[in-house]
């Protein structure tokens, strides 16, 4: 049997369900594969994967971080949990799109949603919970591969040189709970308030790696990249904060493009994984270039 079959088989066997049900795939995912079930009158996501420790993802983190959102008024209810399976409740609104993203509006309710991740969440979550630390994430990534013969492997000692430049540059920080995945497709607008999903990369961080990631993610302008921070941190920053920002984007960028080399390698979801490495690296060499020029630093 597929894996695919395997998955779907998963899904639908789940002790759950009050009935038969048929699950539905459900697009979008380059992590996870995803259904959507309807059982009872009503609709559920589920999220079919393992832990996956190349990429840092341990599903009992998932689950506990799915759980804490909920209580914290951010993601849908938490329905069921099991070793390899996550039940959410349905959340019926659009998934947002890049070009949403970048209007003034959106980014306007989108700021009081990430702050209430940041502040509120380890109010709610229970047990163990990670850190997610992108340069220790970069570095593990170059680990990765080098032993498994990457396409990108002439690479990786200038691509781990540049890093210790932008984590020496970021400098010290203060810890919040960061979503560390802020993709388009993880914000869902149903019409009254937005939701964020997906919290597979979940974890301790900076608030910067979350603010340059939907920055970088969603191709913000700089002037609304000001906004944003201004925004967020109550204040306009100055030329220091903003360098810090704009190396922490650099990294974001990094790891984007990281991650994708090792999907080339590991994933086994039909996706052009090589296509979106080199987006992601176009993309983290043009935010590079740009973190230099403003910081006046040698190429």
Same mark, same amino acid.
């Given at each position: 049997m597929s894996e695919s079959k395997l !998955?779907?088989?998963?899904?639908?066997?789940?002790?759950?369900?009050?009935? +038969?049900? /048929? @699950? *539905?795939?459900?697009?979008?995912?380059i992590t996870n594969t995803n259904f959507i079930v309807s059982d009872g009158g009503d609709r559920f996501v589920v999220r079919i994967g393992e832990d996956i420790p190349v990429h840092g993802v341990m599903r009992f983190n998932e689950q506990a971080a799915s759980q804490?959102?909920?209580?914290?008024?951010?993601?849908?209810?938490?329905?069921?949990? !099991?070793?390899?399976?996550l039940?959410?409740?349905?959340?019926?609104?659009? +998934?947002? /799109? @890049? *070009?949403?993203?970048?209007?003034?509006?959106?980014?306007?309710?989108?700021?009081?949603l990430i702050l209430r991740v940041h502040r509120t969440i380890p109010r709610y979550f229970k047990g163990p919970s990670l850190v997610f630390w992108v340069f220790h994430v970069l570095r593990d990534y170059a680990q990765t591969l080098r032993h498994e013969g990457s396409r990108m492997?002439?690479?990786?000692?200038?691509?781990?040189?540049?890093?210790?430049?932008?984590e020496?540059?970021?400098?010290?920080?203060?810890l919040i709970y960061g979503h560390n995945d802020l993709l388009a497709a993880n914000f869902i607008d149903d019409g009254e308030r937005l939701w964020l999903v997906d919290w597979d990369y979940a974890g301790y961080n900076s608030a910067l790696f979350d603010l340059g990631g939907l920055a970088s993610n969603n191709g913000l302008?700089?002037?609304?990249?000001?906004?944003?921070?201004?925004?967020?941190?109550?204040?306009?920053?100055?030329?220091?904060?903003?360098?810090?920002?704009?190396?922490?984007?650099?990294?974001?960028?990094?790891?984007?493009a990281m991650w994708s080399m090792v999907q080339e390698i590991h994933s086994t979801l039909d996706f052009d994984f090589v296509g979106y490495t080199d987006e992601n690296m176009t993309r983290f060499r043009s935010a590079l270039e740009q973190f230099k020029t403003n910081g006046d630093l040698d190429g």
């Amino acid at each position: 049997m597929s894996e695919s079959k395997l !998955e779907l088989e998963k899904a639908a066997k789940l002790p759950c369900w009050k009935g +038969t049900v /048929t @699950p *539905e795939p459900l697009s979008g995912g380059i992590t996870n594969t995803n259904f959507i079930v309807s059982d009872g009158g009503d609709r559920f996501v589920v999220r079919i994967g393992e832990d996956i420790p190349v990429h840092g993802v341990m599903r009992f983190n998932e689950q506990a971080a799915s759980q804490a959102a909920f209580e914290a008024g951010v993601s849908p209810e938490v329905v069921y949990a !099991e070793p390899g399976a996550l039940v959410l409740r349905f959340i019926d609104g659009q +998934t947002l /799109t @890049p *070009e949403d993203i970048r209007q003034d509006d959106m980014l306007a309710r989108i700021i009081p949603l990430i702050l209430r991740v940041h502040r509120t969440i380890p109010r709610y979550f229970k047990g163990p919970s990670l850190v997610f630390w992108v340069f220790h994430v970069l570095r593990d990534y170059a680990q990765t591969l080098r032993h498994e013969g990457s396409r990108m492997a002439t690479e990786l000692n200038a691509l781990m040189e540049t890093s210790e430049t932008l984590e020496k540059a970021v400098g010290a920080i203060d810890l919040i709970y960061g979503h560390n995945d802020l993709l388009a497709a993880n914000f869902i607008d149903d019409g009254e308030r937005l939701w964020l999903v997906d919290w597979d990369y979940a974890g301790y961080n900076s608030a910067l790696f979350d603010l340059g990631g939907l920055a970088s993610n969603n191709g913000l302008s700089s002037e609304q990249e000001r906004w944003l921070l201004t925004a967020y941190f109550g204040s306009e920053r100055d030329k220091s904060s903003y360098l810090r920002y704009e190396a922490m984007k650099c990294a974001s960028l990094l790891r984007e493009a990281m991650w994708s080399m090792v999907q080339e390698i590991h994933s086994t979801l039909d996706f052009d994984f090589v296509g979106y490495t080199d987006e992601n690296m176009t993309r983290f060499r043009s935010a590079l270039e740009q973190f230099k020029t403003n910081g006046d630093l040698d190429g």
